[in-house]
């Protein structure tokens, strides 16, 4: 039987991005038993759809950055499995988007591909979901089998903490953290670093629901985009400390990506690297001192 | 604005916004909506609708704004020769102590 996915288009009229992202959701609903929501609807009466949302996993499709159908993913609660973003998808595939909103040749094309794409995504998913099952044993000891891993697994006492009406912000006091202004954290041990983003990025974005992993295996230097999250509020690059190659991203997130709420420096990092240029790096860093000066600043003015 | 640095440099020193090619630019307004800093001023009445108004709002070495625009529009300075200019700053600020 083929997979089905609950299907949360943005439909928006009045951009051709919007339109392809009907179309995607018209399609899937014929090639698969995946069964639409209408954003229009569930957003002034979701107990229509709140059934088909426990039983199937959802797919958001975006039409353009502003990402409504995100948005009211975020609003309503919604764990998202798989998201596509029409615009971005049009353009990694080379195409211009029309200004027209009857969808042409071009964009009947782009949409059949990617539900190609996406029924071949929901199979691998379910496929690895089945077979993660019986090997959980493996997968898991693996996942927490990492070099770095036991010397980051820091103590509450090892948190300086910075208040700001009721919310907290938390900085790892330890040596070997490092940071960016742009609110990333690496943790340096020997030629390998993990990296993070920081309790002032993670707060400012309130909850995650997405994480694009950077690619393992891929050479990134010094303030180069290591992958993104993304909440209901913002897309955030994660902008890397460090250069290096990746060898390792933190699996659990792709699942949970909230896990970077409940602690961003532990269970929450974001990658591994190994390092190619730290000493020329650093100078572009802050120790714990900096960047907490940094942080309350920004705390500070965040709330304005 | 001399509040305003990064990594303790003077932000107005350092050479980083994003750069708009109006030629290729359609005016669908995907990146003034999407940034969040207030770097762009919206011009509604007139031809070139938009401009790059606060460059010192943007957030160094973000290039968000950049994947936004479908058709390749928007493009940053030179990554590595703004660190490099970052850090000859740095060290200039360090002798003059
Ligand atoms: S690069 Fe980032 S901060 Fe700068 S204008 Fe674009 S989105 Fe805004
Ligand atoms: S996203 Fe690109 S095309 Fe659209 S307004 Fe901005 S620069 Fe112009």
Redesign the pocket.
Known sequence: MNKSYSVLPCNGLDKCAGCVSKEVALLLTEETDSKIICPVFYRVADAKYNKLLQETPLLVIDGCATRCASKLAAEKNLKITQKINISEEAKAAGLTLSDSLRIGDTEKKLAENLVKKLIEKERTRTENESSEATESEATESEATESETTDHVTTKKEAYEIYKKDKFVFRLPKKEGFYFNENDVWAYVTGRKARIGVTDYAQKSLSDIMFFTPPAIGAEIEQFEEAGNIESGKAVFEIISPVSGRITAINESLLEAPELINQNPYEEGWIAELELTDFESDKELLHSFEGYFQVMKRKVDEFHV | MSESTFMGVPRDQIDWSPR?DYD?????????EFCPHQVFEVHEEEEQK?VVKNPNNCVVFCRACGK????D??DFPNKADTTKHIKEIRKEMGENE
């Open positions: 708009i290729k630019c359609n005016y669908c307004m995907e990146c003034v938009f936004t625009c479908g058709v529009a928007i």
